[in-house]
């Protein structure tokens, strides 16, 4: 077994041994951003063969996330892909996919109109240790409160990024990102 210390936000995907026939199809399916496909090929997976907690984890994820990313792009329920996320996130709040679970609880709460709920969310991008995901979730912020007409705090919280520094590609690319938000 490889035994290496990788920081999160690097973590593209897992792969693990004792992954069920499909896996490989749901995760590429999941970076290709094809949603739909992602929910069909779970459709195929036999989770009562699943043994590792890990594993259950990444399809309770694929499932979550693709429903949420649907939802977002106007096909499926923010409510019901709220729901999903929110369970997962109670099971598996140690999960390498928790900053991305934290954004689109953040990005669905912001599509439903409760940008104060949002915040919570955007709040748990912002603790993290990672410089990049603090300037995103400032941006995340500012774009919540643009959503909301608050216009002021919106501008002050892309000022915050463009001050930042931007010592790593990632932040710098958050950076231009605040340039044109603003």
Do not use: C, W
């Given at each position: 077994p490889l035994k290496k210390t990788?920081?999160?936000n690097?973590?593209?995907s897992i792969e693990f041994d004792e992954d069920p026939v499909g896996m490989?199809?749901?995760?590429?399916?999941?970076?290709?951003?094809?949603y739909s496909d992602v929910l069909a090929a779970l459709e195929k997976i036999d989770e009562s063969s699943v043994k590792r907690p890990a594993i259950q984890q990444d399809i309770d994820f694929y499932r979550a996330a693709s429903s949420a990313r649907l939802a977002l792009g106007g096909a499926g329920s923010a409510r019901d892909a709220g729901r999903l996320l929110v369970q997962f996130e109670g099971k598996a709040s140690d999960n390498y996919?928790?900053?991305?679970?934290?954004?689109?609880?953040?990005?669905?709460?912001?599509?439903?109109?409760?940008?104060?709920a949002a915040q919570k969310?955007?709040?748990?991008?912002?603790?993290?240790?990672?410089?990049?995901?603090?300037?995103?979730?400032?941006?995340?912020?500012?774009?919540?409160?643009?959503?909301?007409?608050d216009y002021a705090k919106a501008i002050a919280k892309y000022d915050e990024v463009i001050a930042a520094d931007a010592s790593t590609k990632e932040a710098e690319g958050q950076k231009y990102a605040a340039i044109c938000g603003k």
């Open positions: 990788i920081p999160v690097q973590i593209f490989d199809v749901v995760r590429n399916a999941y970076n290709e951003q094809r996919h928790f900053l991305e679970v934290a954004e689109l609880l953040g990005d669905l709460l912001v599509a439903t109109g409760n940008v104060a969310y955007y709040d748990k991008l912002a603790d993290s240790q990672f410089p990049e995901m603090k300037l995103k979730a400032k941006i995340l912020q500012a774009r919540a409160l643009e959503s909301s007409k």
